[in-house]
């Protein structure tokens, strides 16, 4: 069984009222106040500026919009996360940028690589932007990212 996740993830006002400006944008909320927006097909269409992809080292984020997310974060921290699973095998990568500047990361573990003892890329970047785990649990169950395995699943 796989589990796939790509995208912005910020507190649930800040984010609804950028993604007013984008009409591909479709969100859904998370636990502790926190909204996510998949990269869906039509959203990265709609938000690529033609200079490739792979900014900062992730796999779909769109040439350009790490800009965006930077003039986003002027109104509180914003996420950029991806997450690839199969089998229980796979990666993690997150960035946060705060203030229009990156404040945490690019973070990075590959396939085979152990979590470091400050939690998972995608743990910690939900760390920076306010939320908090239980005794026994990670910022990624807390908030509830586990209830769907594929990012476009949020929103259907």
Known sequence: MGYDLQAVIAEREALRGVARELPAARLASIGQGLSLMPMTEALFDSVADGSGVEALGFWRLPGGFEKTL???????????????????????????????????GPLHVEEGQSFPPAGSPISQALRRLGALALAGEDEFSAVGLGRHRHGEAWID
């Open 70 to 104: 930077a003039a986003w974060s002027a109104g509180g921290p914003v996420a950029y996360v991806e997450a690839e699973y199969f089998g229980g095998v796979g990666e993690q990568r997150a960035v946060v940028w705060d203030g229009g500047t990156i404040a945490l």
